[in-house]
């Protein structure tokens, strides 16, 4: 890829920039491997992957400090490593394996970390934005600070429950912000087929719900927003809206052969838009980092990923006691 004049200087440190460099990349090379492990029949069922996105969730984990919370729908392993949740837990759970975070028993949809405060990715559309706007309630209740990120896509916005929330939302003045991550396709169906506005998060203005529109494929531009959003949530002023436009390169899920657009299309967003390689210019170009560096960090990125791969090829199925336990939380 031709690299692109990049003329305005970043508002950040040169560390914060490997920093995000490195984490887009461990998401893109995480799931270049998921895909292969699906192809080689090791994870089975649903599987969708966040490659093209990578910017969305580590640009808001850039916003976010200790104790907020996340949740997100079934694309959601690349909220789950920058969260910092473990690279080897989360591939064993894709392959159902019992060192995977969920004991094996979630698979790809159903991983949670209490630790990292990740309350799932949940696999029914729209489901875990009113559970979103429940654990902002709960801080809320709390008076502990603390902020709630609660994620959904394009197609997802078009749910009921999803302005039912916002109203409870506004009428609380809970401390959420919604992440709309439109990647213009929803399952299949581009957003201009599904949806009466070209702008989704106008919609949270019918319940007086601000938000704005974001650049999706940078990650500082989504880090800029998440700032504004989430101090307008710790000033006890309510819930925010991003919309924050982005594009994935995969279809809808592994079993998606993505018909509905053409590979031109693809191939130039990759080509003017790549997040990761937008942040890559931004190091060589202001001259915070060498070609030798990055090849490095990639390089260690890549053993990162199969070392997870490894893990959880080596990691044993569960066994038929694990149906007795993590059935009810302990009080």
Known sequence: MAARKTTKKPNVSAEELKTYYREMLLIRRFEEKAGQLYGMGLIGGFCHLYIGQEAVVVGLEAAAEDGDKRITSYRDHGHMLACGMEPGGVMAELTGREGGLSKGKGGSMHMFSKEKHFYGG?????A????????????????????????????????????????????????VVFVIENNQYAMGTAQARSTSTKDIYHRGEAFGIPGEIVNGMDVLAVKAAGEKAVAHCRAGKGPYILEVKTYRYRGHSMSDPAKYR??????????????IEHVRELLLTGKHATEDDLKAIDKEIKEIVNQAAEFAKESP???????????????
């Not at 949940?122 to 729209?126: K, L, R, S």
């Not at 053409?262 to 997040?275: A, F, G, L, N, Y």
């Not at 569960?318 to 009080?331: F, N, V």
């Open 122 to 126: 949940h696999g029914i559309v729209g």
């Open 262 to 275: 053409t590979r031109e299309e693809v191939q130039k967003v990759r080509e003017q838009s790549d997040p």
């Open 317 to 331: 199925e569960p066994s038929l006691d694990e149906l007795w336990t993590d059935i009810y939380a302990e009080a």
């Open 128 to 175: 875990q934005v009113p559970l979103g706007a429940g654990l902002a309630f709960a801080d809320k209740y709390k008076e502990n600070g603390r902020v709630t990120f609660t994620y959904f896509g394009d197609g997802a916005a078009n749910q009921g429950q999803v302005y039912e929330t916002f109203n409870m939302a506004a009428i609380w003045n809970l401390p």
